[in-house]
């Protein structure tokens, strides 16, 4: 999985896309169900899959998908399109009806408009009893969209970059993080943390320490409903560690020369101590330390400083969503696919991810938060398109990197100012936004 799937995705081109779609593309009825079969060996029909996994396509994985999934449906035949620049594709795509019979959600299109485009997979009452994630695709009691794996954020790190440290145990505090970040400066040759400064998006990541904190379900409503910088609330804490991790200078010498891609093995062989990314980055962690010729053991995952009665706790992320396209003339078919490929593929396992089945087990790389006992909150997402207009409407971008890149610029003195204005700003500017709203 790489890292574009587990970013939060924004509207902020959905005018254009709504102003093109109001001739063909939406059934405005939104009235189709796309139904479980009953006898999955009767259903028949051939049905592309739309997905941004080209890497999957070209080294035949995805094949290898389908031809398990037809020893249940012989009847079905799977095609797929791997689509490199996949949010702009499909977006052209759907002022058609021709935008593959499965796909993933563009990130582009407004939750309210779903049942314009995709056929339902039944209410969210039976489904999320099942299944993580339900919130992110309902629309009036109806799901449109499941997604096959999920991801848990949290710190990346070297333990053996730790333990030469002389830290065996996850900091509880992020004063206690900082601390750390300072052994490791001290006692070994390793960047304490690495900020992935110029390639921007890994900023946007911290924006996901929201619930674990204050370990809220409701965190998303909170941001619909609050200041997300008030004192105390989860984003202030976590762009205040951020910032202190900068202050303090326990970063890279030039935040402006970062390399993602370099990163990775830099980590990997313990040039690197801490990242902020997410668990579906540990398997791409792991892959460089077998090139780098290192122990892939040595990857860790720990959750974001802080305990909420005695424990930690960590929010489950969603990938894309698949669905059905509301046109597709192999509805059946699609649904087939859709559950196979979610309850039966082992997707999520071969990714090293979190599952979607809420009574599957957790995956190796989750194993250590199991054993320490952290918290996986689901979060609510019912106000989740409601947060993500209010941020557009503000222009702040809490799912974007550039107020990041403008805290970090401030925190390593190449701007003036005090990290109280800073937030209290962004903080003032929401709350504005969201009187103007009405919301």
């Excluded at 035949?60 to 999934?69: I, L, P």
């Excluded at 039944?122 to 009691?141: L, N, P």
């Excluded at 790389?365 to 320490?372: G, H, P, R, V």
């Excluded at 003036?416 to 003032?428: I, M, N, P, T």
Aim: proline share 5%.
């Amino acid at each position: 999985m790489n890292r574009r799937t587990i970013l939060a995705m924004t509207a902020t081109t959905t005018a254009l896309l709504l102003a093109a779609c109001t001739g063909t593309a939406g059934d405005s009825s939104g009235g189709a169900d796309a139904e479980a079969p009953d006898d999955p060996t009767k259903v028949s029909g051939t049905i592309t899959v739309l997905t941004h996994r080209t890497d999957l396509v070209q080294d035949g994985t995805m094949k290898k998908y389908a031809a398990e999934f037809t020893k249940t449906h012989p009847k079905v035949k799977v095609e797929f399109d791997g689509i490199t620049d996949y949010e702009g594709e499909v977006k052209i795509r759907m002022n058609t009806e021709n935008y593959g019979d499965v796909l993933m959600i563009p990130g582009v299109i407004e939750k309210k408009d779903y049942p314009k485009f995709f056929a339902s997979l039944g209410t969210q009452d039976e489904r999320s009893a099942k299944y993580r994630f339900t919130d992110y695709t309902t629309v009036d009691g109806k799901v449109y969209g499941q997604s096959p794996l999920g991801a848990v954020p949290g710190f990346i790190y070297n333990k053996r970059v730790w333990n030469e440290a002389g830290i065996t145990d996850w900091p509880t505090t992020p004063a206690e993080f900082l601390d750390d970040l300072k052994a490791i400066e001290s006692k070994t040759e390793a960047i304490p943390y690495y900020t992935n400064f110029k390639d921007m998006w890994p900023l946007s990541q911290w924006t996901q320490v929201n619930g674990s904190v204050g370990c809220d379900e409701q965190a998303t409503t909170k941001l619909a409903e609050g200041d997300p910088w008030a004192e105390g609330a989860d984003l202030r804490t976590a762009d205040t560690l951020l910032y202190d991790i900068v202050h303090e200078g326990l970063i890279e010498k030039d935040p402006t020369t970062t390399n993602w891609e370099a990163s990775k093995p830099r980590l990997a062989k313990g040039e690197i101590a801490t990242m902020w990314l997410g668990s579906w980055a540990v398997i791409q962690m792991r892959g460089a330390a077998e090139q780098a010729g290192t122990d892939p053991d040595d990857i860790g995952f720990m959750p974001f400083p802080v305990q909420h009665e005695g424990a930690f706790c960590a929010v489950t992320l969603p990938d894309y969503q698949q669905a059905v396209n509301i046109h597709s003339e192999d509805k059946a078919a699609a649904r087939a696919w859709i559950d196979w490929f979610t309850d039966q593929s082992g997707y999520a396992a071969d990714n090293l991810a979190l599952s979607p089945l809420k009574d599957d087990p957790l995956p190796d790389i989750l194993k250590a938060y199991e054993d320490n006992g952290v918290r996986l909150l689901d979060l609510d997402d019912t106000k989740g398109a409601e947060v993500k207009s209010l941020d557009n409407q503000s222009e702040i971008g809490i799912y974007k990197p550039d107020y990041r890149q403008d805290l970090v610029d401030l925190a390593r003195g190449a701007t003036q100012g005090s990290l109280d204005d800073f937030l209290d700003r962004l903080g003032e500017k929401w709350t504005e936004t969201r009187a103007a709203l009405g919301s």
